[in-house]
């Protein structure tokens, strides 16, 4: 009988039935004069069966690895006492290959797995992404990016999508691409956030999902230097809002996920010990946080007053207590993350560490109050084993004040104008956040560094593939 063209993720249908499937030999095993193939087509796998192959004919078939075949057989459950996806195999009778892969020796197909080296790994990202774990992150990511999109159309935020050329910074200059842009100098974005606040008055609360970059020379597992950042914005609300919200998006894309049998075979599949976070998350203050490391013995390394690192005679950094004023480093983020174990909403930074935009706590932090002890109305929400996964706080509503902000970080207000007019026709309060989606996704997927999180990965000295 004529045999009907499928993919492997819609089999269900054609038990009993002769199928015609096209993919690439995913796993390769022979027995006697029996092959099996595990056959791969992007949308699942698929155990089939090849009889009567003697084993010379078998080597003269090039079947190898990686090859890609054209397979036609009858599609059968799978007999009792053997597992395969699915719960079915093909019993092929036909079957053609239409791309050899070199097989073999080739240091693809054979050698290369999650322990070599990682500059390998890097080189050949291309081919790695056929493998399970690489392909299921990129799959689980898919439904991520779904399931806050749904999300936020419930919640009734609106879409946006910004530019990415752009000629204003929003978290310092430090981390800038810079470009000659016809002559004239311009950015790749660091964020999206001045540009969704203009959108406020004429959209309504929105969002969006943009790559941003940043050139930062850290060669970290949770720095890229070009992410996917969601960032929404909202108008008319509190602190206490913004940090409801956040929580509220957070726990209802992983409930989406979770009940949704396919992406929660994923989850699992990557991130066996996976349960949804308890609400509400833990709330601690920055100044809370300096005092929580000093009580557990947390210290950072000492800087001089250029940011160089002190060391000892042997080169050792000098570690020092945290004092209210310091940034809370990665190391000493994960640290306190990990020991507590929970999502963690750290808020109420200093002004000293935060971005010009950012408002400050009424009634602490105004007037002459040194930058460190101002407080602004920010927060920063830090999971296990990752740590900071979202950025957000209140923006300045005031023009002056916002004027203030760009003279304390030395900022031109020229190029900032229509950000700056945002206070001048018709102000409101307001407040936003940004997420790494990569960063999110190491936290669900459990993956040691978020550049197994993304497609193709850029960090410093790294644009290729
Ligand atoms: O904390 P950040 O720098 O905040 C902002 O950019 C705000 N303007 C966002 C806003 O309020 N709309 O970045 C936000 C998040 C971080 O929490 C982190 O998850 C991610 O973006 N992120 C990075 N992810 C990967 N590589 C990097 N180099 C990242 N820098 C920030
Ligand atoms: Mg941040």
Request: with cysteine; charged share 20%; hydrophobic share 40%.
């Amino acid at each position: 009988p004529a045999a009907i063209k499928a993919k492997i993720l819609n089999l269900e249908p054609y038990r009993g039935k002769r199928v015609r499937i096209f993919g690439w030999v995913h796993r390769l095993r022979s027995q006697k004069d029996i092959i099996f193939l595990v056959l791969r087509d992007g949308t699942g796998y698929l155990q089939t069966i090849l009889s009567g192959v003697p084993a010379q004919t078998y080597a003269a078939l090039t079947l190898t690895l990686e090859s890609t075949v054209e397979l036609v057989g009858t599609l059968q459950p799978t007999p009792e006492g053997k597992t395969a996806p699915g719960g079915h195999e093909l019993v092929v009778d036909f079957w053609r290959t239409i791309g050899a892969a070199p097989g073999g020796d080739d240091a693809f197909t054979n050698r290369l797995n999650e322990k070599s080296d990682p500059s390998i790994l890097a080189d050949l990202r291309h081919l790695v992404l056929r493998g399970e774990n690489a392909s299921s992150v990129l799959r689980l990511r898919s439904a991520t990016l779904s399931a806050f999109r749904a999300t936020y159309a419930e919640q009734h935020l609106l879409e946006v999508t910004p530019p990415c050329l752009v000629q204003t910074q929003v978290e310092g200059g430090a981390t800038l691409f810079k470009l000659n842009y016809y002559g004239q100098p311009a950015f790749l974005t660091q964020s999206s956030q001045l540009y969704l606040e203009t959108c406020l008055p004429s959209l309504g609360d929105v969002f969006c999902v943009q790559e941003s970059f940043r050139a930062e020379n850290s060669h970290t597992r949770r720095h890229l230097s070009e992410y996917t950042h969601l960032e929404a914005e909202l108008a008319f609300i509190t602190f206490d809002d913004l940090m409801n919200h956040i929580e509220a998006i957070i726990c209802e894309v992983v409930d989406k996920l979770w009940k949704n049998e396919s992406t929660a075979a994923l989850i699992q599949q990557l991130n066996p010990s996976f349960a949804p976070p308890a609400r509400p998350f833990m709330r601690l203050t920055y100044v809370d946080a300096i005092a929580w490391l000093n009580e557990h013995g947390i210290e950072h390394e000492a800087e001089d007053a250029q940011g160089n690192v002190i060391t000892d005679a042997e080169g050792k950094p000098k570690m020092v207590p945290h004092v209210v004023g310091d940034d809370i480093a990665e190391a000493a983020e994960r640290k306190m993350t990990d020991a507590i174990g929970t999502p963690i909403f750290l808020h109420s930074f200093p002004a000293g560490l935060k971005a010009f935009y950012m408002k400050k706590v009424p009634g602490n932090g105004g007037g002459d109050q040194p930058a460190a002890i101002a407080l602004t109305e920010s927060c920063d929400l830090l999971m296990p084993g990752v740590g900071e996964i979202v950025g957000g706080s209140m923006r300045i509503s005031d023009i002056d004040e916002l004027l203030e902000g760009y003279k304390r970080e030395g900022i031109d207000p020229a190029p900032y104008y229509w950000f700056t007019d945002q206070r001048k026709y018709g102000t409101c309060e307001h407040g936003g956040y940004g997420l790494g989606i990569e960063r999110f996704l190491a936290w669900l997927a459990k993956r040691y560094t978020i550049r197994e999180c993304t497609l193709y990965p850029r960090w410093p000295g790294r644009a290729t593939p």
